[in-house]
Antibody, heavy 120, light 107 residues
Framework: EVQLLESGGGLVQPGGSLRLSCAAS????????MTWVRQAPGKGLEWVSA????????YYADSVKGRFTISRDKSKNTLYLQMNSLRAEDTAVYYC?????????????WGQGTLVTVSS | DIQMTQSPSSLSASVGDRVTITCRAS??????LAWYQQKPGKVPKLLIY???TLQSGVPSRFSGSGSGTDFTLTISSLQPEDVATYYC?????????FGRGTKVEIK
């Protein structure tokens, strides 16, 4: 059974940093691209970032480019999202999702999400 | 960047009605289009990928069509458990944008 478990969310001040983790199990982690999607309270889904199977290619939404860094550790079957220079508009539930294949594929499994609140 | 425009933003229909949601891409995306269902308070769930391929376990009353720039999600006979917000997504090129969503309610 595919499982994705996010952690690392919480309350952070504007300008602060946070690192999200997503522990994956139930599939061969290194064979699939992975993605972060966020959802602000009461709003729609926003694609944030994706990473290729090897980690050699990364992709970002314009809204987070230069502030967020996606990475993966195949030895730990874990996906990360390092978030720096956080802003109030980054407040959202952050979902980790498994791509069906490469980074140009849809998202077939989603984690339960972790809430990030940026506020003073 | 490719923009995804969904319509309507919300709809209300009766049980058993046929429901259609449309999604338009600002540029051609071939069939790199997925539909997701998000029930209130729940995690999004993949319904359809490659514009028209039903994900395993999804009821056959859901169907998708289209290619290029214009796509459609159809629920052939709306059921109470279909109350949700539906999102389309282009996964062809970055940013892999989602549409703004269509909220489906029972009349």
């Amino acid at each position: 059974e595919v499982q994705l478990l996010e952690s690392g969310g919480g309350l952070v001040q504007p300008g602060g940093s946070l690192r999200l983790s997503c522990a994956a199990s139930g599939f061969t982690f290194s064979s699939y691209a992975m993605t972060w999607v966020r959802q602000a309270p009461g709003k729609g889904l926003e694609w944030v970032s994706a990473i290729s199977t090897s980690g050699g290619a990364t992709y970002y939404a314009d809204s987070v480019k230069g502030r967020f860094t996606i990475s993966r550790d195949k030895s730990k079957n874990t996906l990360y999202l390092q978030m720096n220079s956080l802003r109030a508009e980054d407040t959202a539930v952050y979902y980790c999702a498994k791509n069906m294949g490469t980074s140009t594929s849809c998202l077939d499994y989603w984690g339960q999400g972790t809430l990030v609140t940026v506020s003073s | 960047d490719i923009q995804m425009t969904q319509s309507p933003s919300s709809l209300s229909a009766s049980v058993g009605d046929r429901v259609t949601i449309t999604c338009r891409a600002s540029q051609g995306i071939s069939d790199y289009l997925a539909w997701y269902q998000q029930k209130p308070g729940k995690v999004p769930k993949l319904l359809i990928y490659a514009a028209s391929t039903l994900q395993s376990g999804v009821p056959s009353r859901f169907s998708g069509s289209g290619s290029g720039t214009d796509f459609t999600l159809t629920i052939s006979s709306l059921q109470p458990e279909d109350v949700a917000t539906y999102y389309c997504q282009n996964y062809n090129s970055a940013p892999r944008a989602f549409g703004r969503g269509t909220k489906v309610e029972i009349k």
